[in-house]
T-cell receptor, first 115, second 114 residues
Framework: SQTIHQWPATLVQPVGSPLSLECTVE??????LYWYRQAAGRGLQLLFY??????ISSEVPQNLSASRPQDRQFILSSKKLLLSDSGFYLC??????????????FGPGTRLTVL | AQKVTQAQTEISVVEKEDVTLDCVYE???????LFWYKQPPSGELVFLIR??????QNEISGRYSWNFQKSTSSFNFTTTASQVMDSAVYFC???????????FGSGTKLNVKP
């Protein structure tokens, strides 16, 4: 069965510090991968998605970036965090290469607080 | 314009009451998918159901049921005999043709009190 991991689970970082959040998927190959952010009490905002290694699409221009160095690894980064980067970051995956709109399955999330 | 609207921000009910969460969507595609997810306090989004635009049959799973009506562009979720464990934020989402991008509603927080 497929599982998705995220770490760290929680993170407190000062403004201006770098960020690296990691997401890995097990039990499937060549998944579509997604990064979402959820501000406190708000809905989900799609940040990045990837259909393959090295293929990243950005949905919202900001000081965040994403990379996919391996098939089942998706990394969210920032060189300098802003207060507004605080939130709950969720990684998700779906089956790729299909016409059917497949379900996205979410990881446990990382709660980021920027002070 | 919002593609998925969940007008109910927060609903509070007492255990054993029935409750319906509303979801209204907007799309020009003839082929699309609708989803419901549950987000308990732990934060992880849990997949509940997927419906494609060609299947308007209502779905029932235990205490949960979903009513899909294309005529009103709605995909409502009903919990019967609600329990405290149903307390969570529920999200409705739409996926259109093309790349598998989801449009999420803003969520409805359901509080079930004992």
């Amino acid at each position: 069965s497929q599982t998705i991991h995220q770490w760290p689970a929680t993170l407190v970082q000062p403004v201006g510090s770098p960020l690296s959040l990691e997401c890995t998927v097990e039990g499937t190959s060549n998944p579509n991968l997604y990064w979402y952010r959820q501000a406190a009490g708000r809905g989900l905002q799609l940040l990045f998605y990837s259909v393959g290694i090295g293929q990243i699409s950005s949905e919202v221009p900001q000081n965040l970036s994403a990379s996919r160095p391996q098939d089942r690894q998706f990394i969210l980064s920032s060189k300098k965090l802003l207060l507004s980067d605080s939130g709950f970051y969720l990684c998700a995956w779906s089956v790729s290469g299909r016409v059917v709109r497949d379900t996205q399955y979410f990881g446990p999330g990382t709660r980021l607080t920027v002070l | 314009a919002q593609k998925v609207t969940q007008a109910q921000t927060e609903i509070s009910v007492v255990e054993k009451e029935d409750v319906t969460l509303d979801c209204v969507y907007e799309t020009r595609d003839t082929t699309y998918y609708l989803f419901w997810y549950k987000q308990p306090p732990s934060g992880e989004l849990v997949f509940l159901i997927r419906r494609n635009s060609f299947d308007e049959q209502n779905e029932i799973s235990g205490r949960y049921s979903w009513n899909f009506q294309k005529s009103t562009s709605s995909f409502n979720f009903t919990t019967t005999a609600s329990q405290v464990m149903d307390s969570a934020v529920y999200f409705c989402a739409l996926s259109e043709a093309g790349f598998n991008k989801f449009y999420f509603g803003s969520g409805t927080k359901l509080n079930v009190k004992p």
